[in-house]
């Protein structure tokens, strides 16, 4: 199969969600291990002429999507013509459901049960795909790394380290967590610019530790921590993508996960024990008994059914379907 990944490839300018261009990279890198892979930026006009040219079997769009990304989708498809059309939803925002019921792809790709139910109202087809990790890269901390890791990054080697890895932007309810410096407990945010600088400076201010430079070796940081707290509002939804890629590093990192129901997670983690609170109250408890205990989980077997290497053969199984 030939296929043609259309997404926010580039960084330039900002525009894309993060999240949503690595997904888009994972999976045309894992697609390409097995066939032909032309990745386009949809903002590049020139290489959507090499798009018709190279005469794909499938698009696959990875964008939010917006109603514009509909209308994007559809004039593109026009230039690839017997294509058959793919498009992934890791965080829809749509607000003309008339137009878009309209500009419907072959198959959309959901992972909420909100998302697959509002799409389906419209007339789509759908399919469950998760996002993926990359379990290489993101592995529990051998012996000796987290004292060292902290020392590389100067934070206190005493204190129970509380992570988020997001940007610092009020929609994320990252305020909540500055509840939660006090003490031997230490707040680390990892959040790359744009950031809210009022919400930033009220999270210095309390002692929280924020990085907003760009992290090449992010998993140094899950190592040096003792736990991933994923606090933003389940009513939310345009705050991240709805399967939070930084949930599954955490988590193949082997530390212990607390979430709110947010997105996809009730979907994906319902049974796990533990993993989500519903309030601050709850939250602090949950912390204080890892606290004492000092554990990290053990995901791997769990962890691995979403490696980037099993995501992409569940989707080549879903292109081959529409051929």
């Known amino acids: 199969m030939r296929i043609c990944f259309v997404a926010y490839f580039n960084d330039e300018g900002g525009k894309g969600d993060m999240g949503t261009r690595t997904v ?8 390409s291990k097995t066939h032909e892979v032309l990745r386009v930026d949809v903002r590049d006009i020139g290489s959507w002429r090499k798009a018709k040219a190279f005469r794909p ?8 999507p917006t109603t514009m990304g509909f209308v994007a989708a559809r004039i593109f498809s026009l230039y690839c013509r017997g294509a058959r059309m793919v498009m992934s939803a890791p965080n829809p925002t749509l607000s003309c459901r008339w137009l878009v019921k309209h500009l419907r792809p072959d198959v959309i790709l959901v992972q909420s049960q909100e998302s697959e139910n509002f799409f389906k109202d419209l007339g789509f087809v759908t399919r469950f795909l998760s996002n993926g990790v990359d379990v ?3 592995v529990p901390a051998a012996p000796g790394q987290k004292e060292l890791f902290r020392e590389k ?14 940007p610092v932007i009020r929609k994320r309810n990252i305020e909540q967590l500055m509840e939660l410096q006090a003490g031997n ?8 610019k744009p950031y809210d600088p ?3 400076n009220e999270l210095q201010s309390r002692g929280v530790v924020i990085i907003t430079e760009y992290m090449e070796k992010i998993e140094e940081i899950y190592a040096l921590s003792d736990c991933y707290v994923f606090p933003t509002h389940p009513d939310n939804r345009c705050a991240s993508i709805e399967m939070p890629l930084s949930v599954l590093e955490a988590m193949a990192c082997g530390l212990p996960v607390f979430s709110t129901r947010y997105g996809v997670l009730p979907r994906i983690f319902n049974n796990l024990n533990g993993f989500f609170y519903k309030n601050l ?3 602090i408890h949950k912390l204080k008994l890892i606290n004492i205990t000092g554990i990290r989980i053990q995901n791997k077997e769990f962890i691995n059914i979403y490696s980037w290497d099993n995501i992409t053969k569940k989707l080549v199984e879903i292109y081959g379907n529409l051929l």
């Open 185 to 192: 407990t230490q707040v680390l945010v990892i959040g790359r």
């Open 198 to 200: 009022r919400l930033l």
């Open 281 to 283: 109250t709850e939250l």
């Open 136 to 138: 290489d890269r993101f």
């Open 57 to 64: 079997d499938i698009i696959h769009f990875v964008f939010a």
């Open 24 to 31: 888009a990279r994972h999976l045309a890198d894992g697609v």
């Open 153 to 166: 990054y100067r934070i206190d080697a005493e204190k129970f380290v509380i992570l988020h890895v997001g």
